[in-house]
């Protein structure tokens, strides 16, 4: 997540770039001869508004998609995997297959669990949770 919000963060000025949102020079030299009307001024302020209201709702649109991702891939409702099993299989090799480094005996006893047996058989499909 952090990683997303940090190339969120870095396309602020790129946007800013787009909409055409750069700070205007305030040295003396550009000052000089800038006679604006006061009807121009506000006109200004409403586009420096909207380019500033524009990149809220890119950044707020990042950000909820980022933790809207993470929350399903950190829910059960995530896709799960079935496993067909083969020749030879075990409850205990199927856990050490899909569980990596997290705990294999914790695996195998949720699969055991679902099958209510620790009997298993060829091409018979496992939902691995």
């Known amino acids: 997540m952090y ?4 190339y ?15 700070e205007r020079s305030t040295s003396a030299e550009s000052r ?17 508004g909207r380019g500033l209201l524009f990149a809220t709702l890119v ?14 891939s950190n829910s059960g409702l995530a896709a799960q995997q079935i496993y067909v099993v083969k020749p030879g299989d075990t409850l205990w090799s199927i856990a050490s297959r899909f569980a990596g480094n997290g705990n294999v005996s ?4 949720r699969l ?11 091409g018979q499909e496992i939902r691995i949770p």
């Open 3 to 6: 990683d997303e919000l940090v």
């Open 8 to 22: 969120v963060f870095e396309r602020i000025p790129e946007v800013v770039a787009m909409n055409g949102l750069q």
């Open 32 to 48: 000089v001869g800038d006679h604006r009307s006061r009807q121009s001024r506000p006109r200004s302020r409403a586009r420096r």
């Open 59 to 72: 950044l707020g649109a990042g950000l909820v998609f980022t933790v809207m991702r993470n929350a399903e």
């Open 106 to 109: 914790s695996l195998e006893y």
């Open 112 to 122: 055991y669990s679902e099958l209510g047996t620790t009997s298993i058989r060829p």
